[in-house]
């Protein structure tokens, strides 16, 4: 007879469960309404912000052709010189600002960069020279430089990456948009010429940034965070818009967290992913025309034999 083998304590492993498809927790249209409630929240909301950006980095066209340049004598290398300051900041300070939305609530983060370019814009009204206007479109590009990002992140945290699509292409309409009217503002606005002792084209720039400061400051409790705070939502539809996304963020392994930590191999992969170059080589073709066009077509309007107010 062998001995006889000791029975060992069982222990109770923990149930297996598979991930539940939200999809499958309402129909279509009920997905759908839930969709439209976030389209009316953030949508309307990131795209008018964005418009006030682009206006106000763009406004120094028009302000060139009410007169911007004879007061403060600039000559043309000078004027070049100072669109171009502008995009350094910028271009350096995007990445760095994404990193600050992991300690800071979106609503919070885009408010302040409102209210800095806002103060920085009006006070480029009241500049006196060159060099007060190029520290001035440098400091404008330093507070700018997150928004754009900020808001294509804070997108990504609502919606599955097919539908993102769609409401980014609506997002990035709004610059398109601001060139459509900021010049007709800029007209009625240099109308202002002589009010308190001031050119036309400083109220340009006072006025746009007042009205930016004001918006900016809505930011604060108009902006929702992320699905998890959005008060618009029920309970029930916060767990269901982040569950989809958990699962939408997945990978064959399974569902994945929505917002992750900073990971520093994440974003040398960025780096070194040739779709990312692609995508930046496409987006120059986009931007440079865009650019050339709004800070140029007022000055060669002009130059046709135009007056200032038709450019």
């Not at 609503?107 to 006196?128: D, F, P, Y």
């Not at 020279?129 to 001035?136: I, R, T």
């Not at 007209?187 to 050119?199: S, T």
Request: charged residues 20%.
């Amino acid at each position: 007879m062998g001995q006889e083998t000791p029975k060992l304590d069982c222990v109770e492993e923990a149930p297996v469960t598979e991930p539940v498809n939200t999809e499958t927790l309402y129909d279509a249209a009920e997905v759908k309404k839930i969709l439209r409630k976030i389209d009316w929240r953030v949508l309307p909301m990131l795209t008018l912000l964005y418009i006030l950006s682009f206006i106000d980095r763009s406004n120094i066209g028009n302000a060139k052709v009410a007169g911007m340049n004879d007061d403060l004598h600039l000559t043309g290398t000078q004027y070049n010189i100072a669109l171009t300051v502008f995009f350094f900041p910028y271009a350096l300070l995007e990445i760095p600002s994404n990193m600050v939305l992991k300690v800071v609530r979106p609503s919070i983060w885009v408010g302040i960069m409102m209210l800095a370019w806002g103060l920085v814009m009006t006070l480029m009204g009241i500049v006196k020279d060159y060099d007060g206007l190029a520290g001035a479109r440098a400091a404008l590009g330093a507070a700018e430089a997150g928004f754009f990002p900020a808001s294509t992140y804070l997108l990504t945290t609502w919606y599955k990456r097919l539908e993102l699509q769609s409401r980014m292409a609506i997002f990035y309409s709004a610059a398109p948009m601001a060139g459509a009217f900021s010049g007709l503002l800029a007209f009625g606005l240099q109308e202002m010429d002589g009010i308190a002792g001031l050119a036309g084209w400083r109220w340009i720039f006072i006025i746009e940034g007042i009205v930016t400061v004001v918006v900016g400051a809505t930011c604060f409790f108009m902006l929702p965070d992320s699905p998890e705070t959005a008060s618009f939502l029920k309970p029930a539809e916060r767990r269901f818009i982040l569950d989809r996304l958990r699962h939408d963020t997945g990978t064959k392994a399974g569902k994945v967290e929505v917002h992750d930590k900073f990971h520093w191999p994440t974003v040398r992969d960025a780096f070194v992913d040739w779709k990312i170059w692609l995508a930046v080589i496409i987006y120059w073709g986009n931007t440079i025309s865009i650019y050339g066009f709004n800070y140029t077509a007022p000055s060669v309007i002009l130059g046709l034999g135009y007056t200032a107010a038709q450019a």
